[in-house]
Nanobody
Framework: QVQLVESGGGLVQAGGSLRLSCAASFSIFSINSMGWYRQAPGKQRELIAE???????NYAHAVKDRFIIYRDITKNTVYLQMNSLKPEYTAVYYCNEVPRRRPWGLGTQVTVSS
């Protein structure tokens, strides 16, 4: 059963914005932490943002002040608002628990052109 479905990626120019969505097939209400990860070509997957059940958020240094993570527990969905995008943000973006416990979804491709 598919548990996580990411969407919202696409091709955008540098400086632009995108909002990613992650729809979960399970209730995220009691999940301690949900996060967004990304995997750039030739690189390992990395955690870039997380939101806790208490509503606090944490970001990797590379995206801090540019990205905002938030969740809607009524829709079991986690969002990632990405602003001021840079070409180096080109990657496949995934969501999962933090630490990862669920099977990975297919991710959503984000391509930032210069």
């Amino acid at each position: 059963q598919v548990q996580l479905v990411e969407s919202g990626g696409g091709l955008v120019q540098a400086g632009g914005s995108l909002r990613l969505s992650c729809a979960a097939s399970f209730s995220i209400f009691s999940i301690n932490s949900m996060g967004w990860y990304r995997q750039a070509p030739g690189k390992q997957r990395e955690l870039i943002a997380e939101v806790t059940s208490g509503g606090s958020s944490n970001y990797a240094h590379a995206v801090k002040d540019r990205f905002i993570i938030y969740r809607d527990i009524t829709k079991n969905t986690v969002y990632l608002q990405m602003n001021s995008l840079k070409p180096e943000y080109t990657a496949v973006y995934y969501c999962n628990e933090v630490p990862r416990r669920r099977p990975w979804g297919l991710g959503t491709q984000v391509t930032v052109s210069s």
